[in-house]
């Protein structure tokens, strides 16, 4: 592998000492530096890699406990990172778990800015922000724990400036209306800088969630887009979208998603 290729696509597993031998959490990151808001998708995948059949809760939500599945992060200077994305009290694990045979897998994916950030507001799980510096994460299921992913977020670079700075005023123009008046930022962001690490977020805030699958088939944003659109469907028609999706954008987040959909009956 190329030094490219193997910044390009960080993937760990799990070692630690004293972890379950017939589980392997894997963790990846598309890349190792980030510009501020810019997405910090993680892919986690849970594997089983024993001969039985296992019990897992899935890997959703990564809230801090009571669930099994956490996501830990550390500043540079190696002291934990508050957790600050949404809280469920999901109380002890009620059910059978989803069953995953031999070799079969789970997926998620998260973006960090939505787990941690150090933007004071109440809408920071939606406008998340992580100051420039460098930061580790590591994903945990139960007693199984991934190794740790070094990245860092840097400064907004000349060429993102522009999209930054609309970006800033349509989250400003949220806090005080959330509906009507941020519309236009969203949208000069899309049309203007489409290629913009920042376009995928404003047409998150503006665009049907059709059209974020179309434009933006690798988001992470699409996992509760494709609920949203397969949610009044018949189980016929679902099935037919999500094979499509499959079929339309492979190897893409929203490929796994719909796989996911698919295997689980979701």
């Known amino acids: 592998m190329t030094l490219l290729g193997l910044l390009l696509s960080i993937l760990v597993s799990t070692t630690t000492a004293g972890s379950n031998p017939k589980l392997k959490l894997e963790i990846e990151l598309s890349k190792e530096v980030f510009l501020e808001r810019e997405p910090i998708w993680l892919d986690i995948t849970l594997i ?38 949404l809280l469920y009290n999901m109380g002890p694990a009620k059910g059978p778990g989803l069953l995953l045979h031999p070799k079969e897998q789970l997926y998620g994916c998260y973006d960090l800015l939505e787990l941690f950030s150090t933007y004071r507001s109440l809408l920071r799980q939606r406008f998340g922000l992580l100051a420039p ?34 970006l800033n005023t349509a989250y400003a123009l949220w806090l005080k209306d959330p509906f009507d008046s941020t519309n236009q930022e969203f949208r000069q962001i899309v049309n203007q800088f489409p290629n913009s690490v920042y376009a995928e977020k404003a047409m998150r805030e503006i665009a049907p969630k059709s059209e974020l699958l179309r434009q933006f088939p690798n988001s992470g944003y699409n996992e509760q887009g494709l609920r949203t659109l397969t949610g009044k469907l018949s189980k016929g028609e679902k099935t037919e979208l999500l094979q499509q999706i499959i079929s339309d954008h492979p190897g893409t987040r929203s490929a796994r998603f719909a796989q996911q959909m698919l295997k689980w009956g979701e």
């Open 48 to 85: 089983n890699v024993s001969s039985d059949t296992m019990r897992a809760g899935g890997l959703f939500p990564p809230c801090q406990s009571p669930g099994p599945f956490s996501v830990e992060l550390k500043d540079g200077r190696g002291e934990h990172m508050k957790y600050t994305g």
């Open 133 to 166: 510096g460098k930061y580790s994460v590591r994903g945990r299921y139960g007693n199984t724990f991934s190794q740790e992913v070094d990245f860092e977020v840097v400064e907004v670079t000349e060429n993102e400036m522009e999209a930054y700075k609309l």
